[in-house]
C-alpha cells in the first residue's frame, strides 16, 4: 500500500489530521471487543470459580436445577448446523453470484438480486415462524418429531445465503474488466475463465462473505430456537432434535439465577472461543494464499 | 460480457447455475408469498399509521414503526462514521503484517460471531445500566451498531482493496494529498462494496429481535424522545406470532410491512449508490 | 472529501442535539417501570394504557425478560414492580404480591387424534417414556412425540409439581419456550402432546387452530373451569414488589385487581379473580 505512513512524506496537514482521526475510530472500533469480552467474563467468573472449566464437559447431563452443567451435546449442536449450512451455502452463494454478475440477461439479474437483498432483512424470527408453521410440520411427516437439525441447517442456509451472494457478487463486479478481456484473447472457455481467473481473483471476497456466513450462522438464536427441537443431546443423524448454545442461552436467561447464569456467559465465552479459532484459521488460510500469489 | 458457451463444461456449469438460483427463487419466493398470504388481509393505511389495541391484536403499528425507524437511524448514524474510517483505516493505512491493522482486524471479526442475545445482555449492561440510558431506543440503536460495525467494516475494506494500484500511483504522480486520493478517487470506486455493507448492515439491523427485547423494550407507545422505550418492528411479530393469542393475522401483516420497508431502503440505497458514482465519472 | 466531511459533521451535530433537547425535555410525572413474565406483558401493558388514559401524565412502561427477571429486578430497583406467571416461593416472601388473575394449564392434541382422554397415570408414563406408542392408550400406531417446557419456565414447574416428576426423568422430543410455539408445533404434528396455557388454547382451539383440549381427572379444561376452582391445574399471576407498595405502585395495582380490568383480562384469555 503506497498510502502507508513508513514511506509517506506527507506535506499535507489534512493528511495527519485525517491519519489520526481514523486511528482513533478504527480504535474505538477495537475496543468493543474488549468492552464486550470483560462483560461476559465478568458475568461468568462466578461459574469458573465454583463449578471448574473441567465440570463443562465431563458432567453427565445438562440439568442446573440438579447443578449438572454438561455443555458439550450443544457444542455440537451449534458445530453440525453450522456446518451443515455453510456446506450449502457457499457452493450456491458463489452460484448465484456469479448468476447475477455473468450468466442472467440484466434484467433477470436485478430482480434476483433485489430478491436476495429481501432475503437477507427478513428477521429471524419470520424465518423461525415459517419454519415451525410450514418446513417443520413437512419434516415431521417424513419423520417424526418434525423440529430437527435438519430444519436448523435448512433455515440457517436460507439465512446466510444472501450475505455469501451479496459479498461475493460486489468482488466480482470489481474485478478489472481487462482481466476478462486478457482472458478471452487467450481463448478461454466460459467455464474455465470463471474456475482459473473470475474466482480466484475474487477469492477475497469469497472469504469474506464465507466468514460473515459462518459468523451469522454461529450467532443466530430465533430462528434455531424456533424449528430445533431444543433437547439437549448430540445428534446422531439429521432428524435428531438438537439444542445450540445459542438457543439454550435465549431459553434459560430469563429464568436462571447465580451458577446457572453464569454458566450461560460461560457458553457465551466458548462460543467467541469458536469464532476466534475460525478467525485464526482464516488468516492462516489467507497468509498462505498471499505469500503463494506473490512468489 | 463473457464468450459464448460452447463446451459441454460450459453447458453443465450453465444448467447448475440456472437450476440453483430457479431453486433458490422458488424458495424465497414461497416464504414471502406464505406472508402476503396470510397477512394481505390485515393490510391498510390505517394498519400503518395507528397505535396497536387489544395486545396488538387490533389497530396497527404506527408507533412501531416509527420506533424502528429511530432505532435504525441511531443505528447507522453511529455506525458509518466509526466503519467507513476504520475500513479506510485498515485498507490505505496499513499493510497485511501491520500488528495494530490485525488486531484490529482480528477483534472484528470475532464481533462479528458474538450472538445476538449476547449483544442484547451487554447493550444492557453497558448503555441501559452503566451509561444510565434505560430501556431506549437510543441504546437499542448504540447496540446494533455494535452488530452491524464488523458487516460494514469487513465489506467496505474488502471493496477498498480491491481497487487496483494504478488509481493511486496517478494520484500520488499528480500531488494529491491523501485526504483527496481517498475522497475522490477511491471512495467513489469502492461503492460497490460500500452499498453492499450498508444493505447487509441495515437488513440485519432491522431483522434483530434478541438484541433488542433488553435494550429497547417492549413498550408500543409513540415515542417522544430516543429515551424513551420503543418496540421494534421484528419484536412485534415475535409477541404477536409467540406470546399472544390470535395474534397471526397482525404478525404476518406486520412481516409484510418490514419486507415492503426493506424493499424501499434497498431501492433507495442503491439510487444514492448510482447517483453518487455518475456525479463522480468524468465525462468521456 | 469536503462533502464527505461536511455530511458527517451535519450527521454527529444533529445526533448530538437531539439526545441534549431531548435528555433536558424528559420530566418524570409519575412513571412506572414494570418487568417480568412475557405471558402477563401484553395484559399488563393493555392495563397500564388505560391507567395512563384515567391518570394523564403518567407513564407505565412494561417491559419482559421472564419472571426471574421481574423478582431480580424488582429487588435491584431497576424495576419498580415485577411481573411473576406463578405463587412466590417462599424464599421470596421478603417481597409483596398481589394476585391479579388466574391461568389455567391444560394437556393439548393434535385435532385429528382419536384419543379423547387420558388419565394422569397415562400421562406421567408418556412423558417419562413408558408409553412410547399412541396405541398403548388406544390411539392409532403411531410414535407418540412429547412436548416439555424449558426449564425455568412457571409452566414447567407447575406440570412437574402435579404429576410429582422431576424435570430428568422427562424424555421430551421437543422443547419450547413460549406458548403459542407449543400451539404451533401441536398443530403441525398429529402425534404429538404438549401442554399450555388454558386461555391460549381456548382461543386458538376456537378459531381454527387444529388442536383439542384433553380433561384433567374429567375435569374439561374451560376458562370456567379455572374461574370456579374445580380445574385442578391453575397458578395466579402476580405483581411483586419489594416493600408494601406505595403511591403511583399501589394505585395501579389495587387498579389492577379492580373490576374496571376484568374485560381486558378476559380478552387476553386469563381469568380475573372472583
Keep these: 500500500m503506497i498510502l502507508s505512513t513508513n514511506n509517506i512524506s506527507s506535506h499535507f496537514h489534512s493528511d495527519q489530521f485525517l491519519l489520526w482521526s481514523l486511528r482513533f475510530l478504527a ?118 418429531p418434525g423440529p430437527s437439525l435438519l430444519a436448523g441447517i435448512l433455515i440457517l442456509f436460507l439465512m446466510i445465503l444472501p450475505t455469501i ?60 430456537l424456533m424449528v430445533c427441537g431444543n433437547v439437549v443431546q448430540t445428534p446422531s443423524h439429521l432428524f435428531d432434535p438438537i439444542r445450540t448454545l445459542t438457543a439454550n442461552i435465549a431459553l434459560e436467561m430469563a429464568y436462571a439465577l447465580g451458577n446457572h447464569r453464569s454458566t450461560l456467559f460461560v457458553s457465551g465465552l466458548l462460543l467467541m472461543g469458536m469464532v476466534v479459532v475460525f478467525v485464526m484459521m482464516a488468516e492462516g488460510l489467507r497468509h498462505r494464499e498471499i505469500y503463494a500469489a506473490t512468489k | ?137 437510543l441504546s437499542g440503536g448504540l447496540t446494533l451498531a455494535c452488530m452491524v460495525l464488523p458487516i460494514l467494516i469487513r465489506t467496505t475494506e474488502e471493496s477498498f482493496r480491491a481497487i487496483t494500484s494504478d488509481q493511486r500511483l496517478s494520484a500520488a504522480a499528480l500531488g494529491f494529498s491523501t485526504s483527496t486520493t481517498v475522497g475522490s478517487i477511491l471512495l467513489p470506486a469502492a461503492i460497490p ?92 | ?70 423478582i431480580a429486578d424488582t429487588v435491584n430497583g431497576l424495576a419498580d414492580i415485577g411481573m411473576v406467571s406463578r405463587a412466590l416461593k417462599p424464599q421470596e416472601h421478603s417481597l409483596h404480591g398481589a394476585a391479579i388473575a388466574h391461568d389455567g394449564i391444560t394437556m393439548i392434541l393434535h385435532q385429528d387424534n382419536p384419543v379423547h382422554e387420558l388419565t394422569d397415570k397415562q400421562i406421567k ?19 407418540i412425540t412429547v412436548v416439555n417446557k424449558a426449564e425455568g419456565r412457571s409452566t414447567l414447574e407447575l406440570f412437574l409439581q402435579y404429576f410429582q416428576l422431576s424435570n430428568r426423568a422427562i424424555r421430551a422430543h421437543v422443547i419450547i419456550g413460549d406458548n403459542e410455539q407449543g400451539i404451533k408445533t401441536i398443530a403441525g404434528n398429529p402425534h404429538a402432546i404438549g401442554y399450555v396455557s388454558v386461555g391460549t388454547a381456548q382461543y386458538d382451539a376456537t378459531h381454527e387452530v387444529p388442536i383439542r383440549l384433553l380433561a384433567l381427572q374429567h375435569i374439561p379444561a374451560t376458562l370456567e373451569t379455572v374461574q370456579n376452582g374445580t380445574f385442578p391445574l391453575s397458578r395466579p399471576l402476580t405483581l411483586v414488589s419489594k416493600t408494601p407498595p406505595t403511591g403511583l405502585a399501589q394505585t395501579f395495582i389495587e387498579f389492577s385487581r379492580s373490576s374496571a380490568v376484568h374485560d381486558l383480562i378476559h380478552k387476553q384469555y386469563f381469568v380475573p379473580l372472583p
Excluded at chain 2, 462494496?193 to 429497547?216: D, K
Excluded at chain 3, 408414563?125 to 410414535?143: Q, S
Aim: glycine content about 10%; aromatic content about 10%.
Design chain 1, 27 to 144: 480504535l474505538m472500533a477495537g475496543s468493543l471487543l474488549l468492552l464486550v469480552v470483560v462483560f461476559l467474563v465478568h458475568e461468568a467468573w462466578p461459574a469458573f470459580q465454583q463449578i471448574g472449566l473441567t465440570s463443562f464437559f465431563t458432567d453427565a447431563d445438562w440439568a442446573p436445577t440438579e447443578k449438572l452443567y454438561l455443555l458439550t451435546p450443544m457444542l455440537w449442536g451449534t458445530l453440525w448446523a453450522t456446518l451443515g449450512a455453510i456446506m450449502l451455502a457457499a457452493p450456491i452463494g458463489i452460484l448465484s453470484a456469479l448468476f447475477i454478475q455473468y450468466c442472467a440477461p440484466p434484467f433477470l439479474a436485478r430482480g434476483y438480486r433485489r430478491l436476495i437483498e429481501l432475503l437477507s432483512g427478513i428477521p429471524s424470527v419470520v424465518f423461525g415462524l415459517w419454519g415451525l408453521v410450514v418446513l417443520v410440520p413437512l419434516i415431521a411427516r417424513w419423520q417424526p
Design chain 2, 193 to 284: 462494496g460500500l452499498l453492499v455493507g450498508s444493505i447487509l448492515g441495515i437488513g440485519r439491523a432491522m431483522a434483530e429481535t434478541a438484541a433488542l427485547i433488553f435494550t429497547s423494550g417492549y413498550v408500543d407507545r409513540m415515542p417522544e424522545s430516543l429515551l424513551d422505550s420503543g418496540r421494534a418492528l421484528s419484536i412485534h411479530i415475535y409477541d404477536l406470532a409467540m406470546n399472544v393469542a390470535g395474534g397471526n393475522p397482525n404478525a404476518y401483516a406486520t412481516a409484510v410491512v418490514l419486507v415492503g420497508l426493506l424493499i424501499i431502503i434497498n431501492l433507495a440505497a442503491s439510487w444514492i449508490a448510482e447517483k453518487w458514482t455518475t456525479l463522480n465519472q468524468l465525462p468521456t
Design chain 3, 125 to 143: 408414563a408418556i412423558y417419562t417414556g413408558d408409553i412410547t406408542n399412541w396405541k398403548t392408550v388406544g390411539g392409532p400406531d403411531a410414535p
Design chain 2, 1 to 137: 460480457m463473457l464468450p459464448q458457451s460452447k463446451s459441454v463444461q460450459d453447458h453443465c456449469g450453465a444448467a447448475i447455475i440456472w437450476s440453483s438460483t430457479g431453486l433458490i427463487s422458488f424458495g424465497v419466493l414461497w416464504l414471502l408469498g406464505d406472508l402476503l398470504w396470510h397477512g394481505w388481509s390485515q393490510l391498510s393505511w390505517s394498519f400503518l399509521f395507528s397505535s396497536p389495541e387489544n395486545a396488538g391484536r387490533e389497530g396497527g403499528i404506527g408507533p412501531i414503526l416509527i420506533s424502528t425507524s429511530l432505532i435504525l437511524g441511531v443505528c447507522m448514524i453511529v455506525a458509518w462514521p466509526m466503519g467507513l474510517g476504520t475500513a479506510i483505516f485498515l485498507a490505505e493505512f496499513t499493510q497485511d503484517d501491520h500488528r495494530f491493522g490485525r488486531l484490529i482486524r482480528g477483534s472484528l471479526d470475532v464481533l462479528a460471531g458474538v450472538p445476538s442475545i449476547v449483544f442484547g445482555l451487554f447493550g444492557n449492561a453497558l448503555f441501559c445500566q452503566a451509561l444510565g440510558l434505560g430501556f431506549s431506543i
Design chain 1, 165 to 224: 451472494t451479496l459479498v461475493v457478487q460486489a468482488s466480482l463486479a470489481q474485478i478489472p474488466v481487462s482481466f476478462i478481456h486478457n482472458a478471452t484473447a487467450l481463448g478461454l472457455s466460459r467455464w474455465s475463465m470463471i474456475r482459473r481467473v473470475i474466482l480466484p481473483t475474487a477469492k477475497a471476497g469469497i472469504f469474506t462473505g464465507i466468514f460473515l456466513g459462518v459468523a451469522r450462522a454461529l450467532g443466530e438464536t430465533m430462528a434455531i
Design chain 3, 1 to 70: 472529501m469536503t462533502r464527505f466531511k461536511l455530511v458527517a459533521w451535519l450527521g454527529a451535530f444533529f445526533f448530538i442535539v437531539t439526545v441534549f433537547s431531548q435528555t433536558l425535555a424528559m420530566g418524570t410525572q409519575g412513571k412506572l417501570v414494570i418487568t417480568g413474565s412475557s405471558t402477563m406483558a401484553p395484559l399488563v401493558s393493555e392495563i397500564g394504557k388505560r391507567f395512563e388514559s384515567l391518570h394523564p401524565g403518567t407513564r407505565i412502561d412494561v417491559q419482559t425478560g421472564g419472571s426471574s427477571r421481574g
